[in-house]
């Protein structure tokens, strides 16, 4: 069989012959950009041959120059005998960056001390717990059953009554009791109908419990690994999605899972990197996987269903139905995830096809459920969600707007890792740019924020128009007409990392544009559902890990958030993460985040006729109204009168 290297991991794998290529680097556990989900049409996951040939279909995103030197797309090559192949920087996604989260650069960040604030008093009180029992040995005048003698100790000691007891539980009853010379430890769980013993372990193991909140995102999941015996959050990591794989988006994501043993494929995937994430806290802490009770995960509702194995594929065709928005307890051994031979795997329930449990759980970690006020709720992302109301109601709906937020669909787009150009200022006169990069390293490419920094600030210089299109006059070192059509050069090939030059083109604009203009009709189609109107917004929350680095001056000004006053708006940073931490943690708050989402009103945007018209007014920057945004206009009238 061929055999396949790759470089620069130095990682090999046997691969049959005429194997696709992208198919070969997951075999080997090399990761490699394809946002198209391995259709040929991103371009991202180009890779270069040194040694040995493939079997290469053409494709115009690859130069004359770059096909002479052996470059191909991985996911329309084939082996074709042992080969050699280097997997260049601007090609990999890149460790998730470790940037300091005080460094936010949207409104004020909220501390922990106003989340507590924000949030009524609750008590450790965990649906997954351990109870500590200590048991007097029977005698011929108490001959009662360890099971019954296991119940009445629960009622006496913890006012727990009516426990049923699992068949594995009792299997291990007997042993377990003497053991521990009949103090031993009962790990029981809330099932919504009363508690369930799942486990008993000898001796009192109480102080050795622990369990782990999971943000399951389209294109990172990050893990909390939480000591429940004092409630501390002890390790915390992240790392891209395996997903990726297969395409930066939900809906990629649903057409693969479609194809033959593509849903087992997803769920595999996003399954090892939820493992390899709680292997490697447990093993930086020097915590027993066998001492992990329990998984609280949050993630959208095609996230959810491929994390639990179900079919998320009639959520793309009307009427847009998912198999299931509650999800049962299931056993984390069954669905591959470490822990103790009982530990469970709880999702935060989802309120509709295209609002998930991540928006269940960051409304609840937001505090939204317990204020009087109006708040808007906005997670952007390849989906954008947005929640509007209060502790009284709640109204939602999903945008698609498409993968530019995240790098995707952009011609020199990536996501936010080393080398992405995510900072930029731009000389209003000369147009020289000013750049930042994560890693502070040569840039090679450019990522969400970075793109939106750019557009906002040639909208500024007055180097493109309303529309987004360039100001062909002022053509020059930075604006040219180039092979991918008129763009501006962000960083010149001498000075890139990648040995060309660093585009933003006028279609990157568009994408950018239109993404910007679903948010925008989606918030507009929330109030007008409600009659509210800005001035009625008491806060606005931006959640997620891409909101958390945006600067709230360069997203007014393209009409992606409404011009309010800077102290309204708040970061709540990964509201996911944080909602089913406290889910892991509180009964109360399980039972909150039930609440949360059964109240929660959906609106299909696909079939609402508002969302259309307002939509199309939003595709100017940064709005077709401009009395929405008195400041950009004061701006752009300055700009006019110099």
């Given at each position: 069989m061929p055999r396949v290297t790759f470089m620069p991991d130095d990682v090999t794998v046997e691969v049959r012959q005429g194997e696709n290529l992208l198919r070969a680097a997951m075999a080997a556990n090399v990761v490699v950009n394809a946002s198209c989900g391995g259709e040929g049409t991103c371009g991202k996951c180009r890779v270069i041959v040194e040694k040995g040939a493939v079997i290469?279909?053409?494709?115009?995103?690859?130069?004359?120059?770059?096909?002479?030197?052996?470059h191909v797309l991985a996911c329309s090559a084939a082996v074709d005998g042992c080969l050699v192949v280097r997997v260049p920087p601007e090609s990999r996604p890149g460790r998730v960056p470790e940037r300091v989260r005080g460094a936010a650069r949207v409104g004020r960040v909220i501390s922990a001390e106003e989340f507590e604030a924000r949030i009524p008093k609750w008590e450790l009180d965990p649906p997954v717990s351990?109870?500590?029992?200590?048991?007097?040995?029977?005698?011929?005048?108490?001959?009662?059953?360890?099971?019954?003698?296991?119940?009445?100790?629960?009622?006496?000691?913890?006012?727990?009554?009516?426990?049923?007891?699992?068949?594995?539980?009792?299997?291990?009853?007997?042993?377990?009791?003497?053991?521990?010379?009949?103090?031993?430890?009962a790990v029981i769980r809330d099932t919504g109908c009363g508690w369930r013993l799942v486990d008993v372990e000898p001796g009192d193991t109480t102080d050795t419990e622990y369990v782990v909140a999971v943000d399951v995102g389209t294109t990172t999941i990050e893990a909390m690994l939480v000591d429940m015996a004092t409630g501390e959050t002890i390790a915390q990591a992240s790392e891209y999605n395996a997903q990726v794989a297969h395409g930066d988006d939900v809906i990629s994501r649903i057409i693969y899972g479609s194809r033959d043993k593509g849903l087992e494929d997803l769920h595999a995937l996003v399954v090892k990197t939820i493992r390899n994430l709680v292997e490697g806290m447990a093993e930086q802490v020097g915590v027993s996987l066998s001492h992990v009770v329990g998984y609280m995960a949050a993630g959208n509702t095609v996230m959810t269903q491929l994390l639990l194995g179900l079919s998320p594929r009639y959520i793309r065709e009307e009427p847009y139905i998912p198999t299931a928005t509650t999800f049962p307890w299931v056993r984390a051994e069954e669905l591959g995830l470490p822990g103790s031979p009982e530990a469970r795997v709880c999702a935060m329930p989802c309120p509709a096809s295209y609002v998930g449990g991540d928006i269940t759980a960051g409304v609840l970690a937001s505090g939204i459920p317990w204020t009087d006020h109006l708040s808007l709720y906005i997670d952007v992302g390849t989906n954008g969600e947005i929640v509007l109301g209060n502790k009284e109601w709640l109204v939602s709906c999903s945008c698609s707007a498409g993968p530019a937020f995240e790098g995707g669909g952009v011609l020199h787009g990536m996501r936010a890792a080393d080398g992405a150009i995510e900072q930029i200022r731009i000389d209003r006169t000369t147009l020289e740019p000013m750049l930042l990069t994560i890693g502070q390293t040569r840039?090679?490419?450019?990522c969400g924020s970075g793109l939106i920094d750019a557009v906002s600030e040639l909208f500024l210089a007055g180097a493109i128009d309303r529309t987004g299109k360039f100001d062909r006059s002022r053509a020059g070192d930075r604006i040219r007409d180039t092979e991918h059509g008129w763009a501006y050069v962000l960083s010149k090939a001498e000075m890139s990392g990648t040995g060309a030059d660093i585009l933003v083109t006028e279609a990157d604009i568009d994408n950018l544009v239109r993404a910007k203009a679903a948010i925008f009709a989606g918030i507009s189609v929330l109030m007008e559902s409600v009659d509210v109107t800005f001035s009625d917004i008491h806060e606005v929350l931006v959640a997620g890990a891409f909101g958390h680095y945006l600067e709230l001056d360069k997203v007014v000004t393209l009409g992606?958030?409404?011009?309010?006053?800077?102290?309204?708006f708040r970061f709540v940073g990964n509201g996911s993460l944080l909602g089913a931490r406290l889910a892991a943690m509180s009964r109360q708050m399980t039972r909150m985040a039930d609440n949360v989402a059964h109240?929660?009103?959906?609106?299909?945007?696909?079939?609402?006729?508002?969302?259309?018209?307002?939509?199309v007014s939003a595709l100017f920057l940064p709005h077709t109204d401009l009395a929405l945004f008195p400041g950009v206009e004061a701006r752009l009238k300055s700009r006019a009168g110099r």
């Open positions: 290469s279909a053409p494709n115009a995103r690859l130069s004359e120059e770059q096909i002479a030197e052996g351990k109870r500590l029992l200590e048991m007097t040995p029977p005698d011929l005048t108490d001959n009662a059953s360890d099971a019954a003698r296991m119940r009445s100790v629960l009622r006496r000691q913890h006012g727990i009554k009516d426990v049923e007891i699992t068949w594995p539980a009792m299997r291990k009853l007997a042993d377990s009791v003497r053991a521990g010379d009949w103090t031993a430890t840039p090679i490419g450019i992606l958030l409404p011009e309010l006053a800077p102290e309204r109240k929660m009103t959906y609106l299909e945007l696909s079939v609402n006729a508002a969302f259309m018209e307002m939509y």
